[in-house]
């Protein structure tokens, strides 16, 4: 860990990822995508999300040992995720300064939330995306899809065959069958509805859906397989 001297952006982009954080807002490990020109986008679970300019600014505050990072599957970049010592700066008075504002260079702005009309994450977010999605991640957008595409007593049932599935994987004495039935159960209900709709604008969000349970069912694989 190191006592790394950080500019006034590089401060107040750890105390808002430290928020972020603190209110469960943020999705770990984080993602930026670049969005433009010296634009980043990190992803949150609400209607904003947050942007950054400056990408190096992750690798500074790694340095001074606020963020850790981890390579992604491809092993082509960095995710993130934030370190309990930042989340201690949110207790710290004197963490920004008058100093740091006398000091500030205003040219590069920094780091800002901005509300998303399409909700974060967004029902068509890209394959890149949902392939770097943690369980948790992957488990939220396949709940909140069922309820979109299906009517109100088939999603309800859809998203209690996704509870038993939950619950019986975390069960203490876990019965891998009934684990394997229930996802059985949910992706043969998904497939069904694709098959109805195929070709209409739901039957695109389905697929998009059955993209998700994909994912969502390969991670419930690699559990059962440790």
Not at 91 to 106: M, R
């Amino acid at each position: 860990m190191s006592d790394f001297e950080l500019n006034l952006r590089q401060k107040k982009l750890i105390e808002q990822l430290a928020e972020l954080k603190q209110s469960k807002q943020l999705i770990e490990p984080m993602n930026p995508f670049p969005a433009g020109l010296m634009n980043h986008i990190v992803y949150l679970r609400s209607r904003y999300n947050l942007r950054i300019q400056v990408i190096s600014d992750l690798e500074v505050l790694c340095f001074a040992g606020y963020l850790t990072y981890e390579w992604n599957r491809s092993g082509l970049a960095k995710v993130y995720r934030v370190a309990e010592r930042a989340v201690e700066v949110l207790d710290d008075p004197q963490f920004i300064t008058d100093e740091d504002y006398k000091i500030d260079d205003e040219s590069v702005p920094g780091p800002e939330l901005f509300a998303d009309s399409t909700e974060s994450p967004p029902l068509d977010e890209s394959l890149q995306s949902l392939l770097f999605s943690d369980f948790e991640r992957l488990t939220n957008l396949l709940d909140l899809n069922c309820t979109k595409v299906f009517e109100k007593i088939e999603a309800e049932d859809l998203k209690n065959k996704i509870k038993l599935t939950l619950g019986y994987l975390e069960s203490p004495v876990r019965v891998d069958s009934q684990v394997i039935k229930n996802v059985d159960a949910v992706g043969r209900c998904l497939q069904q509805a694709l098959s109805q709709q195929i070709g209409s604008k739901n039957g695109t969000q389905i697929a998009h859906t059955i993209t998700i349970f994909s994912l969502w069912s390969a991670k419930i694989s690699e559990e059962l397989n440790r």
